[in-house]
């Protein structure tokens, strides 16, 4: 009597099939797309952060420079109340017009001299903003101006910025005017804005 004893080994060969890779691509593809959303809103909330930064900064700026022609007018003025009305009459040089327009008004400071000993900021132009829909002029940046690391924004020299400053007086007593300055930009497809406001006073009187 004889026996065959056969003893066999089977294997199956490993990898993956068709379905098994498309998900595998589905789900890569999901999470790439997931983390390049977030990594686009973040760049994006940065970018909005910086724009916002320096819109304040502007917007800061046109009441100080507002500022600093009240104190102008008034202390070098004939009298405390003199200069208070000159001021005045500069931004609303009649009822409801230039700074006190539905419109608004911008100042050009790039021509002032601060070596001028009759106040350079008697000097300060101010114009009606008069663009399209009433807008202000763009402001731009110099680089080369100011320190080696600010620069400065003014509107005749350097690069574009997207940035507009528009300065608006509402006179509700006679010896206070309040001023509000506000820089506009556009991030995107929307648009965006940083309003500061103060009231300024005939303190001298």
Known sequence: FTRTL???VTTKGGGFTLVETLVAVSIFTVSVLGLMSVLSSGISSTIYAKQKIIA???AQEGIEYIRNM???????????QTG??????????????LCASTNGCYFNADDLVYSDTTQPMNDLVVSPCVGNGGSCPELRYDSTT?????????YTNGSSTG??????????QPNETK?????SWKQGSGDHSVTFSENLFNWVN
């Open 6 to 8: 056969n003893f066999g």
């Open 56 to 58: 304040s900064y502007l």
């Open 163 to 172: 940035f507009f400053r528009k300065i608006k007086v509402t006179q509700d």
């Open 84 to 97: 208070w009305n000159n001021f005045n009459t500069k931004l609303v040089p009649s009822p409801n017009t």
């Open 179 to 183: 001023i509000s300055s506000t820089v």
């Open 146 to 154: 100011g320190n080696s690391t600010t620069g400065k924004y003014n």
């Open 70 to 80: 009240r104190d102008t007018y008034v202390l070098y003025g004939a009298s405390g």
